[in-house]
């Protein structure tokens, strides 16, 4: 029941390509919470596009601005939040994402990741010759941090609603 979970912000987690911004602004309507995804609130905190941060600044810098949005939204108001693949690298990040939150994992197979995360040409990480053996790297790196979400989920290769109706049964 949404009154259970509301106590607490409510976070995806998760590769690029899965789905975690369609997924958290629709959850977050079935939940009748407010919905952010970290990557666009750094962008209007930045005033640029996450690829032009990339490019001016660096992933390092990057990262701390991510960590540090994560932070300012995870100390508010309940909320669903659809973070970045890579949040979760930061241990402060992790740190908080354990203890202030119920985080969901949407898990995909290697195979849908990559043809979900090359059709946009957004991702500034996957600008090289093989995204996929990047995104295979990036898998294995961060997978036990994203298994040591609350809640696990499969991607569902059907309409994102499937996966939404995954979720509110699981809270
Ligand atoms: C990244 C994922 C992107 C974005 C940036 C880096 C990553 O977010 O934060 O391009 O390191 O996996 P999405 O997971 O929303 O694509």
């Not at 640029?48 to 701390?64: K, P």
């Not at 090359?118 to 898998?139: A, F, W």
């Amino acid at each position: 029941h949404p009154d259970l979970i509301c106590a607490r912000p409510v976070v995806l987690v998760g590769m690029m390509g899965v789905g975690k911004t369609t997924v958290g602004r629709r959850l977050a309507a079935r939940l009748e919470l407010p919905f952010y995804d970290a990557d666009h609130e750094i962008e209007k905190a930045a005033g640029m596009t996450v690829s032009d941060l990339f490019a001016a600044h660096g992933e390092q810098s990057f990262r701390e601005g991510e960590a540090r949005v994560i932070k300012r939204l995870l100390e508010g108001p309940p909320h669903v939040l659809a973070t970045g693949g890579g949040a979760v690298t930061n241990p402060e990040t992790r740190a908080l994402i354990a203890e202030r939150t119920v985080s969901i994992w949407i898990r995909a197979e290697i195979d849908t990741i990559v043809k979900r995360a090359s059709k946009r040409n957004t991702r500034p990480l996957l600008q090289n010759d093989d995204p996929r053996e990047t995104l295979i790297r990036l898998m294995k790196e961060r997978e036990p941090f994203y298994a040591s979400a609350d809640i696990h989920i499969d991607s569902q290769t059907g309409p994102h609603a499937n996966t939404v109706d995954l979720i509110v049964d699981a809270l």
